[in-house]
């Protein structure tokens, strides 16, 4: 009667641990499901970060270009302070419209 009473009772821990297993079983199914949303989701941040990264190397390019433009302009060549501050107006609003555009994308 007693290893019977024993019985019962291993099963009844053997059916909450099976349970109890079951349980775990489903919760890492799920967070594993999340942890590849996750990836997903790093992966998508990630190239659109490079893509920041590329549309603001090209604008420091693009800027260096015109501040090179800017310097190269002497008064032999006809350049004057009008001209200069021309170049420099036209780089600053290149600077703002790039800077505009790549906010906006956010």
Known sequence: AQLQEELS?????????????????????LANEKLAEL???KEGLD???L??????NKL???KD??????????PAEGGN?????????????AEA??????AAKD
Do not use: F, P, Y
């Open 39 to 41: 990836r997903t989701t």
């Open 9 to 29: 009772t291993l099963r009844g821990e053997r059916d909450r641990l099976q349970g109890e297993a079951a349980t775990l079983g489903a919760d890492l199914k």
């Open 51 to 56: 893509e920041k990264i590329e549309q603001i």
């Open 81 to 93: 302070e009008t001209a200069v501050l021309n170049l420099q107006l036209q780089l600053t609003r």
């Open 65 to 74: 270009q015109l501040q090179s433009r800017l310097l190269s302009i002497t």
């Open 97 to 102: 419209d790039k800077m505009a555009q790549i």
């Open 47 to 49: 190239r659109q970060l």
């Open 60 to 62: 420091l390019v693009d």
